[in-house]
């Protein structure tokens, strides 16, 4: 059983990570992965799931020079912004989540 403070903790985790991209999540995960498997699962997987952004971004920038990268960045945006949110709902309801297209850096 996941407590109530385990769901708020693991749902800040995700919904942080739109405004501090890996901040956030990588402080809670690192305050709270010997304490509670359950925040440091959801912790670590939006760390990699940042991670995984920032690196996308990046490439998306690059692309700007032959056009492609100003179609890019909106969708990964739009990418980041949804799967945040689905992130968010699954961990508040007490399930484990992952990220599509993440590159788990953190194991």
Request: glycine share 4%.
């Amino acid at each position: 059983m996941v407590s109530n403070d385990d769901k708020n903790l693991a749902l800040l985790a995700h919904l942080l990570g739109l405004f501090t991209s890996v901040i956030a999540p990588l402080v809670i995960w690192i305050l709270k992965k010997d304490s509670s498997p359950y925040i440091e699962r959801h912790a670590k997987e939006a760390v990699n799931f940042q991670l995984s952004l920032i690196i996308y971004y990046f490439a998306a920038g690059l692309l700007c020079i032959v056009l492609i990268g100003f179609l890019l960045l909106p969708l990964i945006g739009l990418f980041h912004l949804i799967f945040a949110i689905i992130a968010s709902i699954r961990a508040y309801n007490g399930e484990y989540y992952r990220y599509p297209l993440t590159i788990r850096l953190i194991q």
